[in-house]
Nanobody
Framework: VQLQASGGGLVQTGESLRLSCAVS????????MSWYRQAPGKQRDLVAE??????NYAGSVEGRFTISRDNAKNTVDLQMNSLKPEDTAVYYC???????????????WGQGTLVTVSS
């Protein structure tokens, strides 16, 4: 399973960006899709996840970011509004899927897309 993320860029404080991630390859089903971010010198942290219609957000982005999923297209988007300099990071998409041999729950990561928010 491969993930291709896109949509990063440079914006100013208060502006918006939309990240997209497309899943391709062979799998039986997708259990959850998520976005993580990693700022320079820091660990990779969960930003948002969506699983069978249930969403979960990091407290720092609650109310500003929205994760959505298109099951027909196997894509997951992250709408980011009211961006702040502290949102600057490399954003990674991830998918938890059932597949492979032996059949099991696995995780794949996208390549990361850089979001820079200037003050």
């Amino acid at each position: 399973v491969q993930l291709q993320a896109s949509g990063g860029g440079l914006v100013q404080t208060g502006e918006s960006l939309r990240l997209s991630c497309a899943v391709s390859g062979s799998f039986v089903s997708i259990a959850a899709m998520s976005w993580y971010r990693q700022a320079p010198g820091k660990q990779r942290d969960l930003v948002a996840e969506i699983s069978r219609g249930t969403t979960n957000y990091a407290g720092s982005v609650e109310g500003r970011f929205t994760i959505s999923r298109d099951n027909a297209k196997n894509t997951v988007d992250l709408q980011m509004n009211s961006l702040k300099p502290e949102d600057t990071a490399v954003y990674y998409c991830a998918v938890d899927f059932t597949g492979g041999s032996p059949l099991s729950l696995r995780r794949s990561w996208g390549q990361g897309t850089l979001v820079t928010v200037s003050s």
